[in-house]
């Protein structure tokens, strides 16, 4: 498998100028990330709305050449926005937390749930998300709540993971939500974080802006929104926000939000799995640099032909 790197946006030096000469040195810290992984076990389906054929859109060979890449060339830590699994079952959440293991064992990963990880009662009742990965991907004894949840990038900068990932009977329109309390706490770690002069950083799984349709699983897609969107928008409007990071939707953008302090970028990785060929919809992961003002350039790393 050929794996391109690929930068795709440059930004300009950050403005540095009327900082004191102490703090002048602009340090980088570089995330990945990478959403959407669909882990399944073929041979177990048809289970739960999904084919056999539905588990053939997705490679962990792909994943796995993606998280390898990102290891090579070198993070200091990874988010994966959601949708781990395909439906939520055990075994699926099992071979994550395996593929994931590298960083989850160097404390450099953090993982928020996609609507997929919630597909079934059942996954749901028995908290098989926090238990087999949680927010640093390591499981936890007993599922709790746990988002926001924090993580310090460097000295200059957090990423703030939230978890937008509802149940609903029917998992192909029940949209995402942050719910108010979450809102709530993120207004004060940004504010707080940003305060202490650290570039904020949000991720979750779900969109908060869906370009026009392209292809047909945008249509789907459009029936699972984030219901409180307009939530961040407002947030993002009015507080400085560094960056927001999701998943949810296969193919990868970006876009601008108005933010306090200029356009703010939110992007969207796509699906670090998906077999097409298509370009936007190649699977992929992207390295972010970050310093205290915000994400300096962005790289793809984009699975090529094998
Ligand atoms: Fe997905
Ligand atoms: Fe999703």
């Avoid at 957090?158 to 329109?173: N, Q, V, Y």
């Avoid at 979450?182 to 707080?192: G, K, S």
């Avoid at 945008?218 to 947030?235: E, G, H």
């Avoid at 200029?262 to 992929?284: H, I, W």
Wanted: hydrophobic fraction near 40%; charged fraction near 25%.
């Amino acid at each position: 498998m050929i794996l391109a790197a690929t930068p795709c946006l440059q930004i300009p030096a950050p403005r540095l100028a009327s900082l004191s000469p102490s703090r002048r040195e602009a340090v980088i810290v570089r995330l990945g990330h990478i959403s959407d992984l669909h882990l399944s076990e073929r041979s177990r389906y048809p289970r739960s709305g999904f084919t056999a054929k539905d588990c053939e859109r997705y490679s962990a060979k792909l994943a796995r050449g993606l998280l390898e890449a990102l290891h090579e060339v070198g993070v200091d830590h990874l988010v994966v926005t959601g949708d781990v699994t395909l439906s939520g079952e055990a075994r699926e959440f099992e071979r994550a937390a395996e593929l994931l293991e590298a960083f989850s064992a160097a404390r450099k990963l953090t993982v928020v749930p996609g609507n997929h990880d919630l597909w079934t009662e059942d996954s749901v009742a028995t908290g098989r998300f926090l238990r087999a990965l949680g927010p640093d991907g390591r499981g936890m004894r007993k599922a709790a709540p746990s988002y926001p949840h924090v993580v310090p990038l460097g000295d200059d900068a957090a990423l703030i993971a939230l978890d937008s990932a509802r149940f609903g009977e029917d998992p192909l329109s029940t949209p995402g939500r942050l719910g108010s309390e979450q809102i709530r706490a993120a207004r004060v770690l940004v504010r707080e974080h940003h305060k202490a002069g650290r570039a904020a950083l949000l991720a979750f799984h779900h969109h908060v802006v869906l370009p026009p349709e392209r292809v047909r699983s945008d249509a789907l897609v459009a029936r699972m929104p984030l219901a409180d969107a307009d939530q961040v928008v407002r947030l993002v409007a009015e507080l400085p926000v560094a960056a927001v990071l999701h998943g949810h939707r296969h193919t990868a953008f970006r876009v601008d939000l108005p933010g306090v302090a200029g356009p703010t970028p939110v992007l969207c990785a796509g699906s670090g799995s998906r077999t097409s060929d298509e370009p936007v919809r190649r699977a992929r992961a992207y390295v972010y640099e970050i310093d205290r003002t915000g994400i300096r350039s962005v790289e793809a790393l984009v699975a090529g032909t094998e």
